[in-house]
């Protein structure tokens, strides 16, 4: 997790990068925000349109796509033991 103190030292360094966890986490330096370094729950991420906002957007998307199919899934699969069970248990 980001601490306050990591925060405020990345945000006195600008050209330091980011660890892959933090970025992993949906961490970057927007330029549209002049820099800021924001996280993608804050308020300004639903603002912001640069080039690295716009990748962790697509692949959050594809990762909640990716629960919403498992969790589909996994509900066919229970559906299918629940007949199983009621029609010859
Ligand atoms: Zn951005």
């Known amino acids: 997790m980001m601490s306050a103190k990591?925060?405020?030292?990345l945000m006195e360094n600008q050209s330091e990068s980011l660890t892959l966890q933090e970025y992993e986490e949906?961490?970057?330096f927007c330029w549209d925000w002049d820099g800021l370094?924001?996280?993608k729950d804050d308020v300004?991420?639903?603002?912001c349109s640069c080039q690295?906002?716009?990748?962790i957007r697509r692949k959050h998307e594809k990762r909640n796509?990716?629960?919403?199919?498992s969790l589909g899934i996994f509900l066919?699969?229970?559906f299918l033991c629940w007949l199983y069970i009621r029609f010859y248990g």
Not at 44 to 47: G, I, L, T
Request: charged share 10%; net charge negative; aromatic share 26%.
């Open 76 to 78: 066919f699969v229970t």
């Open 6 to 9: 990591r925060y405020s030292f």
């Open 44 to 47: 300004e991420f639903s603002c």
């Open 26 to 28: 949906g961490w970057h």
């Open 37 to 39: 370094l924001i996280h």
């Open 52 to 55: 690295s906002g716009e990748f």
């Open 65 to 69: 796509l990716f629960l919403a199919s």
